[in-house]
T-cell receptor, first 111, second 113 residues
Framework: AQTVTQSQPEMSVQEAETVTLSCTYD???????LFWYKQPPSRQMILVIR??????QNATENRFSVNFQKAAKSFSLKISDSQLGDTAMYFC????????FGKGTRLHILP | KAGVTQTPRYLIKTRGQQVTLSCSPI?????VSWYQQTPGQGLQFLFE???????NKGNFPGRFSGRQFSNSRSEMNVSTLELGDSALYLC????????????FGSGTQLSVL
């Protein structure tokens, strides 16, 4: 069965710093999708970034980028120039036919 | 464009009762998926509907069911509620499939007493 592991339950960084959130997954599939979602205190989940497994190039969305290592089954999220509004719960997710979420990393951006 | 709307925002029920939650997707979106979020289990996929048909299902008992109407609105039903069903229930919509960008609602917080 597929699993998604986020090894950092909670992290804190100073505003403007760069932070990396870890995610590993386990699958025997070759074609799948990976996502990072953000859940602020408002509870509404927001897609941060998406990666298709067949694409070797790492996805980037403004200050957010991923380091996708398919062989290692690793999918980390890097947030550059962190802002107070980045404070949220971050979920890594894997999808082939069903979507599976990690337990999340609570990220605090400190002023 | 209006976002994904879930009603009600909060709900309190007692054990043994049943509950129906509603989700209105973004206009034009045909896929609606449901998730249960609890502190212990995290976010778990319940099911996905597309064009009124259940396309995929998570590992939940038969007490959890859903349906989708012709206008893509979806309802989720939980029968014979248990204390462990207390959770935030999130709905998400997408154009075609849940590997695309998912747009989430703000959820329904269900408390079972």
């Amino acid at each position: 069965a597929q699993t998604v592991t986020q090894s950092q339950p909670e992290m804190s960084v100073q505003e403007a710093e760069t932070v990396t959130l870890s995610c590993t997954y386990d699958t025997s599939e070759n074609n799948y999708y990976l996502f990072w979602y953000k859940q602020p205190p408002s509870r509404q989940m927001i897609l941060v970034i998406r990666q298709e497994a067949y694409k070797q190039q790492n996805a980037t969305e403004n200050r957010f980028s991923v380091n996708f290592q398919k062989a290692a089954k690793s999918f980390s999220l890097k947030i550059s120039d962190s802002q107070l509004g980045d404070t949220a719960m971050y979920f890594c997710a894997f999808k082939d036919d069903k979507i599976i979420f990690g337990k999340g990393t609570r990220l605090h951006i400190l002023p | 464009k209006a976002g994904v709307t879930q009603t009600p925002r909060y709900l309190i029920k007692t054990r043994g009762q049943q509950v129906t939650l509603s989700c209105s997707p973004i206009s034009g979106h045909r896929s609606v998926s449901w998730y249960q979020q609890t502190p212990g289990q995290g976010l778990q996929f319940l099911f996905e509907y597309f064009s009124e048909t259940q396309r995929n299902k998570g590992n939940f008992p038969g007490r959890f069911s859903g349906r989708q109407f012709s206008n893509s609105r979806s309802e989720m039903n939980v029968s014979t509620l248990e204390l462990g069903d207390s959770a935030l229930y999130l709905c998400a919509s997408s154009l075609e499939a849940i590997n695309e960008k998912l747009f989430f609602g703000s959820g329904t917080q269900l408390s079972v007493l």
